[in-house]
C-alpha cells in the first residue's frame, strides 16, 4: 500500500526561514534608519552620551523629537520589511536560495552600512576598546572637597548661574575667535570680552573645552558642578539609584553649607536624565521646572512649547524669583538652565528676527540677546553689587546642519563668562581650560579661597596653577577618560550601595518618628538606630520641605546624648503652607560624606508620623 508524503514540516520550514529573514531585515533596516535620522539630528554626539539617553526613560523628552524619530526610524523600515515579506512569499518556492541570498545580502548591508557610519560618528570601537583598558588617571589627578579647606569671606556674595544650551564660542565670527562666517552672538562677545572669559589680553573670546563624558547637557552641569566627567559604567541606569554620586561634594553641597538658598530654574522637565535627583541630593535646590510652572500657576496647565515652555517666559520667572530670594536674609544661587537652542533647529520664539537665512542662527542671535538683557537687568539691581553672574554654555551645539558651518580648524568650546566676580588674576595669560576647572573657579569668583586652588579635575583659573589642558592636552585627557575607571564607577554605584552597608553595619538603619506639638507650627523629629552602628563619629541631619522638590526646604541638624537616638524640633511653618510634608534623614560620616538614609512624607493633619 502507498502512503502520501506529508508536506507540514516544508510548511512550517518556510514560515521559520521567512519569520528569520524578517526579522533580518528589519534590524538591518532600524540600524540604517536610525542612524542616518541620528546623524541628520544630532551631530557630534559621542557614544557615552548615546548609552546615558538609551539607558534612562524618556520621561520629560521633547515629544516631537520622539515622533518624528519613529516617523523616519520606524516607517520606512516597516516598509521594507512588508516588502521583504511579499517578495518571500511570492518567491519561496520558485527560487527559495536567489531569493533568501538577496534578502540576507540586502540585510547585511544596511546593518554593516549603518553600523559603519555609526560607529564613525560616535566612535562605538574607541569606546569599546576603552572598557578592556583601565585606568586611574582620573583617580590619581582627584582632588576631594572633603580634604581641603574651602573658606568663604564673611559676607557672602550671590551667585546666578546661567547655563545656556548648546551655547559655544564657535556662534561668533572668526576675527572674534569664533568659528562661523558671521557672529550670531554678538552681545555674548561683547559680554566675554569686557568681563572675565580667561583670554588674558586677548580681544578674542575664549570658553572651556568639553571633555569626553561632559558632552551632554546633564553631564555638562555634573562636570561644572563637581569637576568630574559623568563616567558611569555602561549599564547604569540613574532611574533605579537611590542617589545621585552620593559620596561626591558638588557646588551645591558647599554653598548648602554655607547657609545659601537654592533655586534650579528651567523651562523643561526636571525629571528628563533625573537632573531633579541631583540637584535635590546635591544642595537641596528648590526645583522650578515646566512642571512646577503649571503647577504655580506661571503657565496655563495645558501649555507646552518645545521642552516646555521658552526662555522668553524663563527670564521673566528669573526676574520675580530673583526678587524673591534678594528679599531674604541667606546669600542665594540662582542656577537657570535654558532650552530654545536646543537641537534641531531651535525654538523660535515671539522675539526672534530674521536676520539670517537658517532658523537655527536668528534662534542664537535671539538668545544671546536674551540674555545680555537679563544681565542687564540684573546690574540694575540693588543685590547686584554683591552678586556674581556666570554665563556658560552646558555642552557643544549637536546641531548637524549648523555644526557643519562651523570651521574645521576651529576648536570648538563652550561659552564661559564671570560677571562681577570677587577674585582677581595672578596672571594675564589666556588660559586653556575645560568645563571640569569651572568648578573651583566659581567659588574662586565668590570670594572663597581653595586650599591648593584645585577641587575635582578642576583648577581655579584666577590662580597661576595649570589645568590638567594646559599641562596634557584636550586629546589626552579624552584618551585617558574613555578607558575603564573602577574609581567612577564606585562614585557612581556608591547609592546603591547603602543597603549594603547597612546590611553590613557600616552604616546605620533607623527608625524615623515624628510628633507634632500641638497649637504649634512646630514638630519633634526623633531617629534611632536600629542595626548597632557606631555614630559616635559621624552626625544626623534633618532635610525638611513642602514639597518632594525641596521648594522652601531647610536643613537642621540633630543632636544625641547616648549615640543612638537623635532628635531635632523643626518649625515645619518656615518651609511654606503645604497639607503634606517631606522629610529626608541624612548619616554625615566621618569624612563629611552624606548618606541618605530614610524618609517620611508626614499629613500634618495627623499628630504624629513614621
Request: charged residues 20%; negative net charge.
Amino acid at each position: 500500500m502507498r502512503y502520501r508524503t506529508r508536506k507540514a514540516p516544508s510548511k512550517v520550514k518556510n514560515i521559520i526561514v521567512v519569520f528569520f529573514l524578517c526579522l533580518l531585515t528589519a534590524l538591518g533596516a532600524l540600524i540604517f534608519f536610525g542612524t542616518r535620522w541620528m546623524l541628520n539630528n544630532f551631530a557630534h554626539i559621542r557614544f557615552a552620551a548615546f548609552l546615558s539617553t538609551v539607558m534612562n526613560d524618556l520621561n520629560g523628552t521633547n515629544t516631537d523629537v520622539v515622533k518624528d524619530g519613529l516617523l523616519k526610524i520606524a516607517g520606512p523600515s516597516v516598509i521594507i520589511t512588508l516588502g521583504v515579506l511579499v517578495a518571500l512569499c511570492l518567491n519561496i518556492k520558485k527560487a527559495r536560495k536567489a531569493v533568501v541570498l538577496c534578502v540576507v545580502s540586502f540585510s547585511l548591508a544596511m546593518g554593516c552600512v549603518g553600523f559603519a557610519r555609526f560607529d564613525h560618528a560616535l566612535g562605538v570601537t574607541d569606546y569599546a576598546l576603552g572598557q578592556l583598558i583601565g585606568s586611574s588617571f582620573i583617580e590619581d589627578h582627584y582632588v576631594s572637597p572633603n580634604d581641603v579647606a574651602i573658606t568663604f569671606p564673611q559676607a557672602k556674595r550671590n551667585l546666578i548661574y546661567i547655563y545656556m544650551e548648546s551655547m559655544e564660542t564657535s556662534f561668533a565670527d572668526e576675527d572674534t575667535g569664533g568659528g562661523s562666517e558671521y557672529n550670531y552672538i554678538p552681545e555674548l562677545t561683547k559680554l566675554s570680552q569686557t568681563y572675565e572669559d580667561f583670554s588674558g589680553t586677548n580681544d578674542t573670546i575664549n570658553g572651556a573645552y568639553p571633555t569626553e563624558f561632559t558632552t551632554w547637557t546633564l553631564a555638562g552641569m555634573f562636570a561644572q558642578t563637581t569637576g568630574l566627567p559623568y563616567k558611569t559604567t555602561a549599564l547604569y541606569n540613574i532611574n533605579t539609584s537611590a542617589s545621585f554620586f552620593p559620596t561626591v561634594k558638588a557646588l551645591g553641597d558647599v554653598l548648602e553649607d554655607e547657609g545659601y538658598n537654592q533655586t534650579f530654574l528651567l523651562g523643561s522637565d526636571a525629571t528628563f536624565a533625573r537632573r531633579d535627583l541631583y540637584f535635590t541630593d546635591h544642595g537641596h535646590y528648590a526645583i522650578k521646572d515646566y512642571t512646577y510652572a503649571k503647577d504655580a500657576g506661571w503657565i496655563d496647565e495645558d501649555y507646552k512649547v518645545w521642552w516646555g515652555y521658552e526662555d522668553q517666559k524663563l527670564y521673566a520667572n528669573a526676574k520675580t524669583e530673583l526678587k524673591d530670594l534678594a528679599s531674604q536674609d541667606a546669600p542665594f544661587n540662582l542656577t537657570m538652565l535654558t532650552v530654545d537652542t536646543h537641537t534641531k533647529d531651535g525654538y523660535r520664539c515671539a522675539l526672534c528676527e530674521d536676520k539670517y537665512d537658517g532658523q537655527y542662527a536668528n534662534v542664537l542671535a535671539c538668545a544671546s540677546k536674551q540674555v545680555a538683557d537679563f544681565v542687564a537687568w540684573i546690574q540694575k539691581q540693588d543685590f547686584y553689587e554683591n552678586t556674581t553672574i556666570i554665563i556658560a554654555g552646558d555642552h557643544c551645539t549637536m546641531d548637524a546642519d549648523f555644526g557643519a558651518e562651523i570651521d574645521d580648524d576651529c576648536t570648538r568650546k563652550a561659552v564661559s563668562i564671570v560677571i562681577n566676580g570677587a577674585a582677581e588674576r595672578e596672571t594675564t595669560t589666556a588660559r586653556t581650560f575645560t568645563t571640569l576647572d569651572a568648578y573651583p573657579t566659581t567659588l574662586a569668583a565668590l570670594g572663597a579661597t581653595i586650599e591648593g586652588n584645585r577641587l575635582g579635575l578642576g583648577v581655579n583659573l584666577y590662580s597661576s596653577g595649570k589645568t590638567l589642558a594646559e599641562e596634557l592636552g584636550y586629546e589626552e585627557m579624552d584618551d585617558e577618560f574613555i578607558k575603564k575607571s573602577t574609581f567612577m564607577n564606585k562614585l557612581a554605584k556608591a547609592g546603591g550601595t547603602v543597603k549594603k552597608l547597612q546590611r553590613s553595619g557600616e552604616l546605620p538603619t533607623v527608625e524615623f518618628t515624628l510628633e507634632r506639638v500641638e497649637s504649634t507650627t512646630t514638630a519633634n523629629l526623633s531617629v534611632k538606630v536600629t542595626n548597632g552602628c557606631d555614630t559616635s563619629k559621624g552626625s544626623f541631619m534633618i532635610f525638611g520641605s513642602s514639597s518632594y522638590k525641596g521648594l522652601r526646604g531647610r536643613s537642621t541638624d540633630m543632636t544625641t546624648t547616648d549615640n543612638e537616638t537623635y532628635t531635632c524640633t523643626v518649625d515645619y511653618a518656615s518651609y511654606g503652607a503645604s497639607g503634606t510634608y517631606y522629610f529626608v534623614v541624612y548619616y554625615v560620616a566621618e569624612d563629611g560624606v552624606k548618606y541618605r538614609v530614610n524618609s517620611c512624607e508626614w499629613d500634618r493633619s495627623a499628630s504624629s508620623s513614621s
